[in-house]
């Protein structure tokens, strides 16, 4: 598995989690990486991405609650959620993409971790 994910959970309403996705085999170095998540019954969406050199983006659900980050060796990623709803339920996916912040598209996926927030 190239794209690693952790850090998923349970949490109640207004608490904070904090995933990680490590790129291990340095695959999708110069890649922008970000976070989809999928909610029962729902199409897969856009939360968050980030470039190379650290420009983000985040979708309107989120924005002034997540932040996403790059770690110091640029290949690890860093979701840190806080005042967390329980309409933030869902499998968060870590994604790579050349132009992942511009154009949403992905072109690896990784593994989904599972985060549920009880109200």
């Known amino acids: 598995v190239q794209l690693q994910a952790s850090g998923g959970g349970l949490v109640q309403a207004g608490g904070s989690l904090r995933l990680s996705c490590a790129d291990s085999?340095?695959?999708?170095?110069?890649?922008?990486m970000g976070w989809f998540r999928q909610a029962p019954g729902k199409e897969r969406e856009f939360v968050a991405a980030?470039?190379?050199?650290?420009?983000?983006a985040y979708s309107d659900s989120v924005k002034g609650r997540f932040t996403i980050s790059r770690g110091n060796s640029k290949n690890t990623i860093a979701l840190q959620m806080n005042s967390l709803k329980p309409e933030d339920t869902a499998v968060y996916y870590c994604?790579?993409?050349?132009?992942?912040?511009?154009?949403?598209?992905?072109?690896?996926w990784g593994q989904g971790t599972q985060v549920t927030v009880s109200s």
């Open positions: 085999g340095r695959a999708f170095s110069g890649y922008s």
């Open positions: 980030i470039t190379w050199t650290g420009t983000t």
């Open positions: 994604a790579a993409g050349p132009q992942l912040v511009q154009t949403r598209r992905v072109t690896n």
